[in-house]
């Protein structure tokens, strides 16, 4: 579920940490490309969002490969350059150029003479910013990662991933198009799904909505004692299905919305407690020893 969904003009001051995208050919380790008996000549690339935004300054990976593959089929790499604007010396001759922003991406075929070249590639790319939050109340982020898939599924029902464990508030720049966001609360239970439109030129802000909270488990003597070492948890579902185990004197754990029940073992008896979680609704479960 989403309690909100929002775009803002994309502003290329703020600091990006830009990953540079693989294309999908294989290419050969990069190499220079100079003949010293050829004279070289530059071809100036830059980028832009839409055709109507401001060339993007930073963030930038360029990658310029040689048309034609090797003897294993693997197009050679003959340059690469970081940034805004790149300009490359090169012999003539024609290139495979990728340009890639973030996790937004975009390949042309670029024909360099005597006259160098100069190209501008529309990424038709946005950013997505997301987070979430549970019973009307924010999520620490330490809890919550996100995974983004692509729309579209195979014939076994798979998407392919595309950005995985994607911390809460960091812009994703993404292509323009929809994505499928997976958003985990903890590590068991507590997940929502969403599909959410990346537009061009944006960043997309998302506030998903999950039904979960943070447990806390005891083995006290006395409520509101300290808790008793010694023990082994595991907690079940209302189905008896067991989605929880430690060791640990005092974990902790999230939850999605539901009926569990939770055991422990302290030397060799086992003692019992039902409890209900509820969105939002953070809870001590205490079990008293006798």
């Keep these: 579920m989403l309690k909100y969904i929002s775009s803002c003009l994309f502003l290329f001051f703020i600091c990006v940490n830009a990953f540079a995208q693989q294309t999908k050919t294989e290419y050969a380790p990069a190499s220079p490309d100079a003949d010293p008996n050829r004279p070289g000549y530059e071809m100036l690339l830059e980028a832009k969002l839409t055709d109507k935004s401001k060339t993007i ?59 160098g070249a100069s190209e501008s590639f529309i990424l038709k790319a946005g950013g ?60 068991i239970n507590a997940t929502v799904r969403a599909d959410l439109e990346v ?35 595991t907690v079940f579902t209302q189905d008896g299905d067991e989605v929880f185990s430690s060791r640990s004197i005092a974990p902790s754990l999230v939850l999605s919305e539901g009926s569990y029940e939770a055991v422990v073992q302290n030397g060799s008896n086992n003692f019992r407690r039902n409890f209900d979680v509820k969105p939002g609704k953070n809870i001590l479960v205490e079990i008293l020893l006798n």
């Design 199 to 233: 537009k061009a030129g944006t960043v997309t802000r998302a506030v998903m909505q999950h039904r979960g909270a943070s447990i806390s488990l005891r083995l006290v003597s006395r409520t509101g004692g300290d808790p008793i070492a010694n023990t082994a948890w």
């Design 57 to 115: 300054e930073r963030g930038m990976v360029w990658r310029v490969f040689r048309e034609r593959g090797d003897k294993e089929g693997k197009l050679p790499l003959v340059a690469t350059a970081k940034g805004g604007t790149a300009a490359i010396s090169l012999n003539a001759g024609t290139y495979l150029v990728h340009a890639a922003f973030g996790r937004a991406g975009a390949i042309k075929r670029i024909v360099l003479d005597s006259e």
């Design 128 to 187: 997505l910013e997301l987070n979430a939050e549970t019973g009307g109340k924010s999520i620490p982020e330490k809890d919550l990662r996100f995974s983004i898939y692509e729309l579209a599924q195979n014939e076994e029902g798979q998407r392919k991933l595309i950005a995985q464990s994607v911390s809460a508030n960091k812009i994703v720049q993404l292509n323009e198009g929809t994505y499928h966001v997976l958003s985990r609360y903890g590590g």
